[in-house]
């Protein structure tokens, strides 16, 4: 059963961009890896999905590197009303999230 | 955004007492989950729906049961709620399986329950 790690909580700035690393050592073949943000009393958003190398949206991007065992999400230019919960998800069995990353943007 | 929507969003309760939470789809999609969310563990699984009777149980599944009988609605009974079940509770959706290849969940607004 794949489980995720991430960073607990990242710091920026406005108009920087942000790279969130999710490792993901036991991903199955057939995984798929996917994205997620959270704001306050929300349920989470999907942001991205990506299978292996690089997928891009018009929110964000997402690197798979070729052993696939881990991802890093790109948040470009980033704003204030980015500051979320980004959560990794790799699906295999029971689709069990990872702890999240919590950005803080500052102004 | 997908259309989910989760009933009550709030709700109090004592110890002891049974508790029903719904969740209802316009979307007509295929798969059903109810998470849990709690400070310092995230998101949790509590059981999911793979089609109309079709459950399976997810991570957390002990104290709850669930039920499937039409497509757009998947309800979550908590049949003698304790204080360990305040929480706040996540109803998704995925067109495929299991949120992947294509089919990421689509996430309802929450319900708040306190079990007092």
């Known amino acids: 059963l794949a489980k995720t790690t991430q960073p607990i909580s990242m710091d920026s700035y406005e108009g920087q961009e942000v790279n969130i690393t999710c490792s993901h050592n036991?991903?199955?073949?057939?995984?798929?890896i996917t994205w997620y943000q959270q704001f306050p009393s929300q349920g989470p958003r999907f942001i991205i999905q990506?299978?292996?190398t690089k997928v891009t949206n018009e929110v964000a991007s997402l690197f798979i590197p070729a052993d696939r065992k881990s991802s890093t999400l790109s948040l470009p230019r980033v704003s204030l009303s980015d500051t979320a919960v980004y959560y990794c998800?790799?699906?295999?069995?029971?689709?069990?999230f990872g702890q999240g990353t919590t950005l803080q943007v500052k102004p | 955004d997908a259309g989910i929507t989760q009933s009550p969003r709030h709700k109090v309760t004592e110890t002891g007492t049974p508790v029903t939470l719904r969740c209802h789809q316009t979307?007509?999609?295929?798969?059903m989950y109810w998470y849990r969310q709690d400070p310092g563990h995230g998101l949790r699984l509590i059981h999911y729906?793979?089609?109309?009777?079709?459950?399976d149980k997810g991570e957390v599944s002990d104290g709850y049961s669930v039920s499937r009988s039409k497509t757009e609605d998947f309800l979550l009974t908590l049949e003698s709620a304790t204080s360990s079940q305040t929480s706040v509770y996540f109803c998704?959706?995925?067109?495929?399986?299991?949120?992947?290849?294509?089919?990421?969940?689509?996430f309802g607004n929450g319900t708040r329950l306190t079990v007092t």
């Open positions: 998704a959706i995925s067109e495929g399986g299991l949120g992947g290849k294509g089919s990421p969940l689509h």
């Open positions: 036991n991903i199955a073949t057939n995984d798929y």
């Open positions: 990506g299978y292996k």
């Open positions: 998800l790799v699906v295999s069995g029971k689709l069990i």
């Open positions: 979307e007509n999609h295929r798969y």
């Open positions: 729906s793979y089609g109309v009777k079709d459950t």
